[in-house]
């Protein structure tokens, strides 16, 4: 029951988010710095996380949280841990993809910038709730269950994978939702998570790189001046997979 719950939730949120490839370009005034887009993709990821923010005190989503842990508990005898390195595919498919010759939206230094701006609000984001709200996991190994941060980390890949290659294909967003959704379900699979703390951590991740889209006209101006100026550029991406904290260097070219 808890696998088309889910499923329904993820599937149906990508193709109401996408179904018009127009709502995520983004324009910019020649006499002005503010940013245009379509509220309309706010409403997808607005749903997931109020989905799981009103779970935290609703009876009756807590109920439900609670009975699909019963049936996880009761029918799934072993741990399946793909979701480790699941969460890391879609937005590596991005870097893949490119290396192979198949050339997405932008260029590899203002991927590379959306890439860290996205992965640094989507880490704030979820570190950030995790420390306040301090919600015990499904199986009471600690009490930083929500949002999660592997479905976070999967979903923020899945819309970077999206956003890149939707002019390519659909498929490829296509393709990098389902691993998302995949993530989310090992997450409760495992006995990880509850239903509302993926919920939130999709709305999260989907938002987190949305809002990076629309800040890289800003970060670009500021850190590279022109195009001729700055032929290549080094940076520091967080890491971060739920227990390890860490850093990993990416130089564009």
Do not use: C
């Amino acid at each position: 029951m808890f696998y088309k719950t889910i499923s329904l939730v993820f599937l149906v949120g990508f193709f109401s988010a996408n179904a018009q490839q127009n709502d995520s370009i983004i324009k910019i005034d020649s006499t002005s710095t503010q940013l245009k887009f379509n509220y309309k993709q706010l409403i997808i990821p607005g749903v997931l996380i109020g989905y799981g923010a009103i779970g935290i005190g609703n009876d009756q989503l807590l109920s439900f949280n609670h009975q699909i842990k019963s049936e996880v508990t009761e029918d799934i005898d072993e741990k399946i841990t793909i979701d480790d390195f699941s969460q890391y595919a879609p937005a590596a498919s991005v870097y893949a993809l490119n290396a192979f010759g198949v050339k997405g939206k932008n260029n590899m230094r203002d991927r590379s910038v959306i890439f860290v701006t996205s992965y640094v609000i989507m880490a704030s984001t979820v570190l950030g709730l995790k420390s306040i709200i301090h919600e015990e996991r499904p199986d009471g190994s600690s009490d930083n269950s929500f949002p999660s941060g592997h479905t976070a980390t999967a979903f923020a890949g899945a819309e970077f994978l999206w956003q890149e290659y939707k002019d390519k294909s659909i498929w490829y967003g296509i393709a990098g939702y389902a691993v998302a959704t995949g993530t989310g379900l090992f997450r409760i699979y495992n006995n990880r998570h509850w239903l509302t703390d993926v919920a939130a951590g999709a709305g999260i991740g989907i938002l987190s790189t949305k809002l990076a889209y629309w800040m890289n006209p800003y970060i670009s101006k500021k850190l590279f001046k022109s195009s001729s100026e700055s032929k290549s550029t080094s940076m520091i991406a967080p890491f971060y997979n739920g227990q390890q904290y860490g850093l990993s260097f990416v130089k564009a070219f």
